[in-house]
């Protein structure tokens, strides 16, 4: 399901309907064409992907891939909220 009608940007969310009829969450996804574009001029050809454990309110995995800069800088690229990390996701 497309939730963002931002030119700039891309981004989703999935959710799965229950047996009874109630919704879950199953993923999330953006990814900015302004960050993007600043690795397609400045970064690295390499991928890294980097990910932290959500314990709270929220149960699940976030994922972000992360490349580096000419000034050997962290730069974060496109970030995913899963329940679980799989070949799927």
């Known amino acids: 399901m497309n939730i963002i009608e931002d030119p700039t940007l ?3 969310m ?3 309907t229950m047996p009874d ?3 879950h969450f199953s993923k999330f996804y953006v990814f900015f064409d302004g960050v993007k574009n600043g690795w397609l001029e ?3 050809k390499v991928i890294g ?3 932290c454990f959500l314990k709270g309110y929220v149960i699940g995995e976030l994922l ?3 490349r580096r800069d000419a000034r050997d800088q962290i730069y974060p690229i496109v970030w995913v909220v899963v ?3 799989n070949k799927e996701n």
Request: hydrophobic share 25%.
């Open 14 to 16: 999935d959710v799965l």
């Open 10 to 12: 891309t981004g989703s």
């Open 83 to 85: 329940c679980v990390e």
């Open 64 to 66: 972000c891939d992360v």
């Open 21 to 23: 009829g109630t919704n």
């Open 49 to 51: 992907i980097d990910d």
């Open 42 to 44: 400045g970064c690295r």
